[in-house]
């Protein structure tokens, strides 16, 4: 079977420019998690869902950040405008349920804003 | 709330050498917990967990048991291989947080031949 999948794997834009990252789940996986991971601050949670519904986003930085689980299966990141101190690299993962424990992740994108 | 400390790395050893990786934790309720392992330029994956008291997990050679009394689930290998460097993560899952995950801030490890 195949593991969440994230697109792009690496991004580099320019401060200002918008941001789509992207994550397909596990089939058969409904929770979704974004996070963060930087030299400074180590792995953040910025937002979960849970059957498509955003059940807490209090890690969501600003509001520059938005994020959206559209189906069952995807979900997006958005950043608009990006600023340099958002380069990191961002993973999504996903679980059965509130039930199990176990998260999967992707791979991650690494994004770089200059 | 719930919290994961975990040693400070980074942690530099001679293959075949013996690992240890501590890692403490609080939790309100129950927790379930995990070592988690991030190689290079890859997401994390799942290493073992352990979910109740006493319970000992393990996998490709590395081990960990959860002390209730110490608040503790230390990370072991006997023998490590250069193939282990990577950075692990200790992390707990709470069901009175709805079993999302608490991570440690990951101690590098970085093998030399």
């Known amino acids: 079977d195949a593991g969440v999948i994230q697109s792009p794997r690496h991004e580099v834009t320019e401060m200002g420019q918008e941001v789509t990252l992207r994550c397909k789940l596990i089939?058969?996986?409904?929770?979704l998690f974004w996070y963060r991971q930087t030299m400074m601050r180590g792995l953040e949670l910025l937002i979960y869902f849970n059957n498509n519904v955003p059940i807490d986003d209090s890690g969501m930085p600003e509001d520059r950040f938005s994020a959206k689980m559209p189906n069952a299966s995807f979900s997006t990141l958005k950043i608009q405008p990006s600023e340099p101190r958002d380069s990191a690299v961002y993973f999504c993962?996903?679980?059965?349920?509130?039930?199990?424990?176990?998260?999967?992740f992707g791979p991650g994108t690494r994004l770089l804003v200059l | 709330g719930d919290s994961v400390t975990q040693m400070e790395g980074p942690v530099t050893l001679s293959e075949e050498a013996f690992l240890t990786i501590n890692c403490t934790y609080t939790?309100?309720?129950?927790?379930?917990l995990f070592w988690y392992v991030q190689y290079p330029g890859e997401g994390l994956q799942l290493l073992l967990k352990?979910?109740?008291?006493?319970d000992k997990g393990s996998n490709k050679g590395f081990e960990a048991t959860y002390r209730k009394e110490t608040t503790s689930f230390h990370l072991e290998k006997g023998s490590v291989q250069v193939s282990d460097s990577a950075v692990y993560f200790c992390?707990?899952?709470?069901?009175?947080?709805?079993?999302?995950?608490?991570f440690g801030t990951g101690t590098r490890l970085t093998v030399i031949p």
């Open positions: 992390a707990l899952s709470d069901p009175s947080e709805a079993n999302n995950l608490f």
């Open positions: 993962a996903s679980r059965v349920g509130t039930g199990e424990e176990t998260q999967y």
């Open positions: 939790a309100t309720g129950y927790p379930s």
């Open positions: 089939s058969g996986h409904n929770s």
């Open positions: 352990a979910t109740k008291a006493d």
